[in-house]
T-cell receptor, first 115, second 113 residues
Framework: AQSVAQPEDQVNVAEGNPLTVKCTYS??????LFWYVQYPNRGLQFLLK??????LVKGSYGFEAEFNKSQTSFHLKKPSALVSDSALYFC?????????????FGTGTKLQVIP | DSGVTQTPKHLITATGQRVTLRCSPR?????VYWYQQSLDQGLQFLIQ???????AKGNILERFSAQQFPDLHSELNLSSLELGDSALYFC????????????FGPGTRLTVT
């Protein structure tokens, strides 16, 4: 069974500092990995995805994520945090099986950027 | 704005009742997904439809059902409601049945009293 774990419920970072939101996954086969962001009282917004290719994936709003197969991780990063980045971040993994797809989301990590 | 619309925004109902949530996907998207987000269960995938046919099932209860109509809008029916069904229900859409990106609607907040 596939699963994804976000070990931190909350991450606090000072504005201007680099941020990392952690995600590890467990799937059989090659994973399709995603990051979504949810602002208060809003739906999820797609940030970035890893399907294949370069392990460093660049996404929206200056975010990037690094796929590490040996550590089964897909951590979200940003070189310089903004207060407006404060939100709930979800990691997700998708597997295709017989023409069907199943998406599993992590429990979410609340990012708090402190001015 | 993702282009996915959901109605109603808020819904308050009593235990034992039945409600219908509606979703209109982005123009051109054929797949619709339903998710439930609650404090204790997190974000749970419920079900996916593609061009009117069920394509994948997640943690959807037997009391819940969904369908996608010829115009591609979708409805999620929740019956015999319980207090624990109170949650935010999201709809998302994508172009294909195996598309990489899903676009989420603003959600319907259901409160069961």
């Amino acid at each position: 069974a596939q699963s994804v774990a976000q070990p931190e419920d909350q991450v606090n970072v000072a504005e201007g500092n680099p941020l990392t939101v952690k995600c590890t996954y467990s799937v059989s086969g090659n994973p399709y990995l995603f990051w979504y962001v949810q602002y208060p009282n809003r739906g999820l917004q797609f940030l970035l995805k890893y399907i294949t290719g370069d392990n460093l994936v660049k996404g929206s709003y200056g975010f990037e994520a690094e796929f590490n197969k040996s550590q089964t991780s897909f951590h979200l990063k940003k070189p310089s945090a903004l207060v407006s980045d404060s939100a709930l971040y979800f990691c997700a993994v998708r597997m295709n099986s017989g023409g069907y797809q199943k998406v599993t989301f992590g429990t979410g990590t609340k990012l708090q950027v402190i001015p | 704005d993702s282009g996915v619309t959901q109605t109603p925004k808020h819904l308050i109902t009593a235990t034992g009742q039945r409600v219908t949530l509606r979703c209109s996907p982005r123009s051109g998207d054929l797949s619709v997904y339903w998710y439930q987000q609650s404090l204790d269960q997190g974000l749970q995938f419920l079900i996916q439809y593609y061009n009117g046919e069920e394509r994948a099932k997640g943690n959807i209860l037997e009391r819940f059902s969904a369908q996608q109509f010829p115009d591609l809008h979708s409805e999620l029916n929740l019956s015999s409601l319980e207090l624990g069904d109170s949650a935010l229900y999201f709809c998302a859409s994508s172009v294909g049945q195996l598309s990489y990106e899903q676009y989420f609607g603003p959600g319907t907040r259901l409160t069961v009293t």
